[in-house]
């Protein structure tokens, strides 16, 4: 049984590491992540594409930048579910039925700071 937080052989087990070593139908719950980890890509690309301001090209790259790292993650993560014996959560329905992320609003977020800032 592995503890969180248990040091073995120099390296300290968090508790992803014991999700991913499919402690406590860990499956299950990096199908959560995997949901949460598809939420975080789209809001990524949804905030790439609706950025606008003087700072416009630098957050649009540094955005863009950060779903692909995102996208990456989702990949890895699925293919762990599969490997515990689980199924990958992928239909986007799905999706947003188990996040834990909470739904922004649609549109435009023209009040939020990260859009205020970039207009300088
Ligand atoms: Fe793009």
């Not at 996208?71 to 599969?82: K, M, S, T």
């Not at 014996?85 to 739904?103: K, L, M, N, Q």
Request: hydrophobic content about 40%; proline content about 6%; glycine content about 12%.
């Amino acid at each position: 049984m592995v503890v969180l937080g248990e040091t073995r052989g120099g390296f300290g087990v968090t508790p992803l590491c014991w999700l991913i070593q499919g402690g406590a139908r860990g499956d299950q719950r990096l199908n959560q992540i995997l949901a949460d980890t598809q939420i975080l890509y789209n809001l990524y690309k949804k905030h790439h594409w609706l950025m606008r301001g003087p700072t416009f090209y630098q957050l649009h790259l540094l955005l863009d930048k950060h779903a692909g790292e995102q996208l990456e993650l989702v990949d890895a993560i699925a293919e762990r579910v599969q490997t515990l014996g689980g199924v990958a959560v992928g239909d986007p329905r799905h999706v947003a039925e188990i996040t834990v992320i909470p739904h922004p609003p649609n549109g435009c977020l023209v009040d939020t700071p990260l859009v205020e800032t970039s207009r300088g």
